[in-house]
Structure formats: C-alpha cells, structure tokens
C-alpha cells in the first residue's frame, strides 16, 4: 500500500483491515470527494512462502472473492457483518453513497508473482463493463514496488512544438506555453513508460472515468478533434529546466531536464 499509494508507512497503517470478518479486504483507502465523485482503493494481498521464484499467479479464487466484496460493500441496503477494522470504513464510504455521491472503486490484487491468469481475465472485463466504469482492477506486485522506487530517477527528453509558443519567467522560474502533436506525446511514453508520470494512485482519476473518456472521444471524433486545444486543459510538464533556441519564433525543439 505504501508503494502504490506513495504514503508512509504510518499513514499505511491506519488503511490496514485485515483479519476476521474483513470480507476479504486486506486493506481500504477513501479518497477525499471531487466533485460529485470520490475514489475507494481496495488491496487484497496472496504472499507464497513456499514458491519465491515470482512465477505463482495471483489465484482465481481471490479475484472473484474480490468481486463478491465489491457487490456486497458498494451496494448500501446490503448487510454483512464486518470487523472494528473495516466497519468504520465502510460505514463512512456508504454514507457517501447515500448522500449522492458516486464511487469509483479500484481493486488491487497483490502478491509476489505473476498477476491472476487468462481464465480470471474476461471475468474481470466483464465486471468492470457492468459496472460502467466505476471498477477497476489491477495488479501490483514487487515488479511493480521497484518500479515505483525507480520512478525519482533522472530524465532527458526532447518535445517537438507546433507553431507559437509563450515563454514567461516569473518569480525565477519560467513557464512555456504550446502545442504538441499527440504523436509526440506517445512517443515520449513508448521512450520513457510511466516513469513520466506521478504514479499514486489517489490522484490518477483512472482510464474509465467520465472525463478520460470524453477527451478519448474528442480525439476519435472527427468535427471535433481540430477543437481538441480548446476543449481541455492540456498536459502539464514539471522540470528542472528546459532549453530551447531563442532565436527561433516558431516549432520549438525543447529539451526537458
């Protein structure tokens, strides 16, 4: 939990449910509300102490024991008996439910090997259509703690502008405005992955909320896509410095430190 939520181990320590009667939650984390929205992250863990080689998949059982705890915990007319742990939780994240707002629950499935199997795949697809974007799965492993270790680590990158740009300084830092094709933008990911992104979790809204997919369709659409520039916010790039050639007035090359 402290690797996928970026916290410390005594913030940890109070998500912490697992025990009897935890309804197979081994820990639970309730983002503060964004607008009408707010995000609840679900961790079970399956740890194997006689097969260290990381090859195990995570088991299909618990995947759909998973499942079964969203339907039970998410929905507030059910009633489950549930530890001093949890209890409290739950009770908070179903309050907020019945005040209107609505849950995107993300359920991360850990252990040290191999994520669940094909079998457990379509059953998890399947779970989160129903649920119309509001589930999500994921795994996380101790891949997937080094990588998180590694994500402070230093990179170089060139981005290609379009066009006209605005350069400003202020307060001695300095601030460039412009367009980037989004070719540009998925080369840069296929060069660097997800080491150019903050990766916790409580602040990634996820690929299934409303918002990513109204940008995905303004993309896709084509009486809309030219619009794209002025229908959203765009990609914010925090560095150490950039450079660029001044003496140019247009299609920037900008390296990013």
């Given at each position: 939990m402290?690797?996928?939520?970026?916290?410390?181990?005594?913030?940890?320590?109070?998500?912490?449910?697992?025990g009897?009667?935890?309804?197979g939650v081994?820990?639970?984390?309730?983002?503060?509300?964004a607008?009408?929205?707010?995000?609840?992250?679900?961790?079970?863990g399956?740890?194997?102490?006689?097969?260290?080689?990381g090859?195990?998949?995570?088991?299909?059982?618990?995947?759909?024991l998973a499942?079964n705890t969203v339907?039970?915990l998410f929905?507030?007319?059910?009633?489950?008996?549930?530890?001093?742990?949890?209890?409290p939780?739950?009770?908070?994240?179903?309050?907020?439910?019945?005040?209107?707002?609505?849950?995107?629950?993300?359920?991360?499935?850990?252990n040290?090997?191999?994520?669940?199997?094909?079998?457990?795949?379509p059953?998890?697809?399947?779970?989160?259509?129903?649920?119309?974007?509001?589930?999500?799965?994921?795994?996380f492993?101790?891949?997937?703690?080094?990588?998180s270790?590694k994500?402070g680590e230093?990179?170089?990158?060139?981005?290609?502008?379009?066009?006209?740009?605005?350069?400003?300084?202020?307060?001695?830092?300095?601030?460039?405005?412009?367009?980037?094709?989004?070719h540009?933008?998925?080369?840069?990911?296929d060069?660097?992955g997800?080491?150019?992104?903050?990766?916790?979790?409580?602040?990634?809204l996820?690929?299934?909320?409303r918002?990513?997919?109204?940008?995905?369709?303004?993309?896709?659409?084509k009486?809309?896509s030219?619009?794209?520039?002025?229908?959203?916010?765009?990609?914010?790039?925090?560095?150490?410095?950039?450079d660029y050639?001044?003496?140019?007035?247009?299609?920037?090359?900008?390296?990013?430190k």
């Open positions: 402290s690797a996928a939520l970026d916290s410390p181990l005594e913030e940890c320590a109070e998500w912490l449910t697992d009897g009667n935890d309804a081994d820990g639970l984390h309730t983002a503060d509300v607008g009408n929205e707010f995000i609840v992250t679900i961790f079970q399956k740890y194997k102490v006689k097969d260290l080689s090859s195990a998949n995570f088991p299909e059982n618990g995947v759909k499942m339907q039970t929905d507030p007319d059910r009633k489950v008996a549930l530890n001093e742990k949890i209890a939780k739950i009770a908070d994240v179903r309050s907020l439910i019945r005040d209107g707002y609505i849950p995107t629950v993300r359920v991360v499935l850990c040290n090997g191999k994520r669940w199997t094909g079998q457990a795949e059953q998890i697809r399947e779970a989160e259509r129903l649920y119309g974007g509001q589930l999500e799965f994921r795994h492993n101790h891949d997937a703690v080094v990588r270790l994500e230093r990179i170089d990158a060139n981005v290609e502008l379009k066009g006209k740009a605005i350069v400003e300084d202020m307060n001695f830092m300095r601030v460039l405005v412009g367009r980037v094709a989004a540009e933008v998925k080369r840069l990911f060069e660097h997800d080491q150019l992104l903050q990766r916790n979790i409580r602040r990634f996820g690929r299934n909320n918002v990513n997919a109204d940008i995905g369709n303004t993309l896709r659409q009486e809309k030219d619009r794209f520039y002025f229908l959203n916010n765009g990609i914010t790039v925090v560095c150490e410095r950039f050639n001044a003496f140019q007035t247009s299609d920037y090359q900008v390296r990013l």
